[in-house]
């Protein structure tokens, strides 16, 4: 049944019809088009079925002169490249432009998108997100979230800032990291780069550390900290111009050290035991410090103690390279390699502020000790 009120400018159906053009075929329970604004309106079970998609929705509204679709209530959208849901949006035909608000979420291959008011243009591969901003990379685990994000070739390309958060969800814990803004690129064999710039802290519950910028790469799984890092490993305090992490899934496999490495440990409020080079090679056991290879210009001070715990004295010793054993979070053997040279000193011919290795800096303050 199809009624036409010339009085009103309105023709509707009350139970069920279809409307069908060149590209598409739409079902809905009611339908009404208004001929001054030359708007249809269709509720309940509506149903638009293109070469390209099929979208299903509660109420849509098109307008036939801007070729713009407003739906209302709970929406999807179904391609072979993604699954859409929101409760309120619209798209611009014409433009091949639309936006989708209240609970949206775009799901793409690997990647899931959510967002306040998502915002996309298939032309240009474009992509805004404002509000509750989510990217999750469903394969390698990554989630990352902010208040803003941009997107570039359908997810491939990412920015996202204001509150940015990336999640890094391992077998047994979670890396949290937070920086101003994090950027997400692709290298050469389409692997994911993520970079994080300015103000960058992360925290795991056997790692935390911060740097001004961070880079983590799918291809290697490392994550490299740049400007003025600092990462802390249970008593240890790792400093250097630049540092390298090697991760999987499970645990910390090694870390590079380079330039200026620096390892401090906190033995009282004014004992440290020190460790310093050019370039260091951490190596970690169940993501506990195991060995440390230290590289040029090799130097130690070290305390020594009895089995009771009693300190003997400090010992002062400078090599060529070493390789320092840790067992139990605990010094057990050091190897000087190349020329060593060293000294012990009984503690009470030594005054511990004037036994600090070159670029000797105690930041625990600084360290952060929740993910908060």
Known sequence: QLTYDRNAGMAYYPDSGNTIS???ELSSKKGYYYVNTKEFAFKGNVVIKNPQYTLYSDTLIQNTVTDVSYFKGPSTIVS????????NGWYDKKNDRCQFNQNAYVIAEKNILRGDSLYYERNRG???????????????KIIVTGHFAET????????????????????????????DTLLAIQDSLNKRVI????????FKPDMQGLCDSLSYTQRDSLIRMYFNPVLWNDKNQITAEYIDICMGQKEIYY????????VISQEDSMLFNQVGGLNMKAWFKENELNKIDVFDNSKTYYYVKEDNGDKVGLN?????DMTIYIENK????????????GSLYPMDKIKPEEYRIDGFTWQIQRRPLKRE
């Open 195 to 202: 970079n994080a710039f300015h103000h960058v802290k992360f």
């Open 255 to 262: 870390m590079n050290i380079n330039l200026l490495a620096r």
């Open 126 to 140: 474009y992509g805004k997100g404002i509000g509750h901003v989510s990217i999750e990379d469903t394969v390698e």
């Open 152 to 179: 570039f070739r359908n997810i491939e390309r990412y920015i996202v800032t204001d509150s940015a958060q990336l999640m890094k969800i391992f077998e047994k814990d979670t890396l949290f990291l937070h920086a």
């Open 316 to 320: 002062v010793a400078e090599s060529k």
């Open 80 to 87: 072979k490249e993604s699954f859409i849901y929101c409760e």
């Open 22 to 24: 060149r590209t598409d």
């Open 330 to 341: 605990q010094v057990v053997k050091i190897s000087f390699l190349t020329n060593p040279v």
